[in-house]
């Protein structure tokens, strides 16, 4: 899955111990952000996205604790931990996607690029598949 990549995200430490800052801006994702939105509060054992997109691309960063992505491109499938908040996992579209494994006060932000819209939704896996074949 050469298409899906972990960027860098800047981060500055602060030369008196006192945290770190990371930055995204213009030039950090390759996509204009549209729409962002963050996932919190998950309860053990949950799933959440299990869809794919026509269209739209996202950016997902574990600003706390951790959770693992499924990825599936139709043809290969692999699962990535997210547990930094200075690294993000950037998803073309046409790509499946299952945030598993949330642990405990965890926050997944998700940087996207374009505004909601269900039509660019694939929400059925076989869907996904059928369309993914032809």
Known sequence: MNEINIIEIPKITDPD???NLSVIEKNTLPFEVKRVY???DIPGGETRGAHAHKQLQQ???????????K???GKTRQTITL?????????PNGVWREL?????????L?????????????????????LKRS
């Open 83 to 91: 547990n930094r908040p200075d690294r993000g996992l950037l998803i």
């Open 110 to 130: 998700s940087l996207v690029s374009d505004v909601y819209d269900e039509n660019d939704y694939i929400r059925d896996y076989q869907e996904f598949l059928s």
């Open 38 to 40: 963050y996932l919190y």
């Open 17 to 19: 111990g006192r945290g």
């Open 59 to 69: 950016c997902l960063i574990a600003l706390s604790g951790s959770f693992d992505v």
């Open 71 to 73: 990825l599936d491109n």
């Open 100 to 108: 598993v494994n949330f642990s405990s006060g965890s926050v997944c």
